[in-house]
């Protein structure tokens, strides 16, 4: 209960310092007055607005003020949108969990057998194929493996929609954009620990009893491969919420991601700070449930 | 061990997947006609109050569900709209004759208090409306019976009517019952099209008024997605799932050109490119340093080469569909002979050194990299100073910090000279500071307060060529629209950067 406890604050104590972060980066980049009002308008005007949110104000002012209504979870209303930032972000975050969580799933199915291929069959000419693959899937920018895959799914072959979102569909391309991106890592770490596990004794003891290669590879190596590849896949999280900014733009994925990259663009202040530090929860909540996880499979890990 | 841990991960994915996307799908039955049209938005709209933005999408948008009392024709006439006539009773007053029988999508009568309502919720300062600036010239509204309006202006205002095309009549009823946040999500109007749904960031979906005053709509169904890549509307329109889109770049044309399911029609906007200079700051203080970079770049090889011919140039900084722009200036013509010898006469034989400041992404750099080169070829070094995000060049733009900068300008889509000329150079307009004069002054405010149109060509004619001859920008062009859309529409493109779905149909 007490690494429960620890655990928290910890989330509490990162949220604190990347909601700090936020706020003074985009205070440091420019005056929000004169973007968000239209160019003819008066001095008057644009005093009036800067009084109305706060900005005339001495910076630790605001920022202790931007805290205190933090907590309450009241990030001030979008410049944008005239309603709550938070609002706006809760209502884009389920299409970018959707995203996130099925481009996970698709890179573990992707990485996991292909990893255990490549190290049962260490340097074969299949395993070098597997090697280039990789190689290409990190290499290539998330950018251009979603247009590329849009031109030939979407428009040559009429297979899948070309972008939005709304059916099973629509959710391939976008979401194996961003396997494709993430799953060399994970591919990397199955292969590695799987060729060191492979090596360890017991394994050669299970293989001597006469237990069958399937059985000895899923039941005794990959189990104990298992808490790195985890971790890694936790990390993972975060690195696919960041590639989803990108995703999302390219196919018009109506989530968090897109509306942080308009937010910066149009200096809705009020809304970037939402967007990340509801971002930054859902990655402490993500590496909270990789270290539970953890614990579950190997007891004797302590939380430190 | 008995429960594989992969298989959990799996399982429990799965059906977070399965649950997410069941939830997403959305299944819509439309009534009215069953021809369709899905435009291309670049980005969302912030709201479906049409008194709440200034965003081209939005008022897009609004045009559909909402009218106003006047229209703006495709070749950018006066017609009439909720307003059957008006006229002009003395300088002051100006008397609106309303449409009988309208009544709002929730069968609403539409009526003078309604106008009243509107025009008043706009011009209330509580309500913050960001377009109160546009009918601010307004004084009073005044109901004399149910289908007729009078309004008062603070002082002569000729250009009362240009203001009230955007200007969206509201349901008084409606909008009190509700509230402004309900109205928000919830939009009623009198408009051809009716509001269906907005899914936040991904379209917003809007079917036929089969009892819209001007006859019920071809299109039954418009649907506006949004789609902020060029690449992917570009995708979408050329496998069918999208059918309008605006804004094609140049140099993305040629993919599209040459395909037989799509069509491209190129509009000239009302926006037009500048490089301007601060006259009060050396050398470009010198009219004819300023003459001599018009001399100096080859603006028709711009045009040409990075526009791909789909541009017009504006010689005197007017755009040829302003009111008042006078064809007779011809432009600067190219010739670094001139260039150089003004400069020589200026004291610059030599050439100057200077940076040029823009933040305009995507044609932005083109266009100055053009303008360098040829600037180097009199001598004049300058250096492109890039401003990764606008607000601090707008910042330095208002301070008057920017010697030299690329601007645009889109005149708030007023077809009159007025909204160029005043808030560039007339002393206290928005960028007044950077080149005024007392003469310039006096043409713009008489141009302004004048009600008789020849008069004021006549004025903007004066004003245009005082600018040409003190050159207070390099003049640079006006743009195109490039719209791209399905071979199967029957579509004319605007000139106001609209896209109008009443004005379309498609043959299937």
Known sequence: MGSFLKQCLRIVLVLFGISSIAFFLIHLSGDPVLLMLPPEATQEEVDAFRHQMGFDKPLSEQYVQFLAQAVK????????????????????IPATLELTLFATLLSIVIAIPLGIYSAVNRNSLSENLVTVAVFLGQSMPIFWTGIMLMLLFGVKLHWLPVSGRGSWEHLIMPAFTLAVWVAPTTLRIVRSNMLEVLQQDYIRTARSKGLGEKVVIYKHALKNAAIPIITVIGFQIGKLLGGAVVTETVFA????????????????????????????????????????MYRYLNPKIKSG | MKKSWLSVVWIALLAVAIGLSGCSQSSSSGTGGSKELVVAFDSDVPTMDPHMHNEPNAITTNWHIFDSLLFLSRDLKIEPGLAESYEQKDEL????????GVTFHNGEEFNADAVKFSLERVLNEKQKSPQRGNISAIAAVNVIDPYTVEIKTKEPYNLLPHRLFYLSIVPPKYVQEVGDQEFAQKPVGTGPYKFVEWVKGDKIVLEANENYFKGAPKIGKVTFR?????????????????????????DMLAQIEGNATIKVASTPLLRVYYMAFDTKKKPFDDVRVRQAMNHAVDIDKIIGKVLGGKAVRTPAGVNPTHFGFDESIKPYEYSPEKAKALLKEAGYADGFETELHYFTPGIGQQITDAVISDLSKVGIKAKAKFYPESSSFVEKQRAGDLPFRLGHWGSYSVYDADAILQPMFDSQGVYGKYFHTPELDKLIGEARSSVDQEKRKALYSQAQQLLYKEAPWIFLFSPMDNQAYNAKLQFQPRADERIYAYEIDRTE
Not at chain 1, 75 to 90: I, N, R, T, Y
Not at chain 1, 254 to 266: D, E, M, R, S, W
Not at chain 2, 93 to 100: D, E, V
């Open chain 2, 93 to 100: 007053t100006w008397i609106f004759k309303l449409r009988k």
């Open chain 2, 226 to 250: 949004i789609i902020p890549e060029v690449a992917t509307q570009i995708a979408e329109l050329q496998s069918g799932g999208v059918d309008v889109i605006r804004m094609v770049p140049p």
């Open chain 1, 253 to 292: 994925w109506p989530g968090v991601g897109q509306l942080v990259v308009k937010a910066i663009y149009t200096a809705d202040y009020p809304l970037v700070q939402a967007c990340v530090v509801v971002l930054a929860l859902i990655v402490a909540a993500m590496n909270f449930g990789v270290d539970s």
């Open chain 1, 73 to 92: 979870g009241d990030f001030g209303e979008s410049l944008k949108f005239h309603q709550p930032s938070l609002d706006v972000v809760l209502e884009r």
